[in-house]
């Protein structure tokens, strides 16, 4: 069975910082060409990718919103991708999710991706 496995979330101020993790179990990153993506959701508010990785040639994609702030990682033997949010805005406040897909190329797009994480709250005070 797949699980995708969030942690890491909190309050922090704003320009503070955060690392999410995403352990995923019932498959194993090496075994085919995943895709690793993150989204969130604020209240009242649609979902949105945030990152991604293609965990085959660790190519990464990331929203306007988050480019310079956030980084992307995988840690292939833990099976295990992270986010790294730096000087986060009261605006990063959100529900984070991570999802997984088998579509490399699916960039930021939720539809596209098959299995999803029961999400970690990031509140970022101003």
């Known amino acids: 069975e797949v699980q995708l496995v969030e942690s890491g979330g909190g309050l922090v101020q704003t320009g503070g910082s955060l690392r999410l993790s995403c352990a995923a179990s019932?498959?194993?990153?090496?075994?085919?060409?995943?895709?690793i993506g993150w989204f969130r959701q604020a209240p009242g508010k649609e979902r949105e990718g945030v990152s991604c990785i293609a965990i085959s040639d660790g190519s990464t994609y990331y929203a306007d919103s988050v480019k310079g702030r956030f980084t992307i990682s995988s840690d292939n033997a833990k099976n295990t991708v992270y986010l790294q949010m730096d000087s986060l805005k009261p605006e990063d406040t959100a529900v984070y999710y991570c999802?997984?897909?088998?579509?490399?190329?699916?960039?930021?797009?939720?539809?596209?991706?098959?299995?999803w994480g029961q999400g970690t709250q990031v509140t970022v005070s101003s």
């Open positions: 999802a997984s897909t088998l579509d490399p190329a699916a960039g930021l797009i939720p539809n596209e991706y098959d299995y």
């Open positions: 019932g498959f194993t990153f090496d075994d085919d060409d995943y895709a």
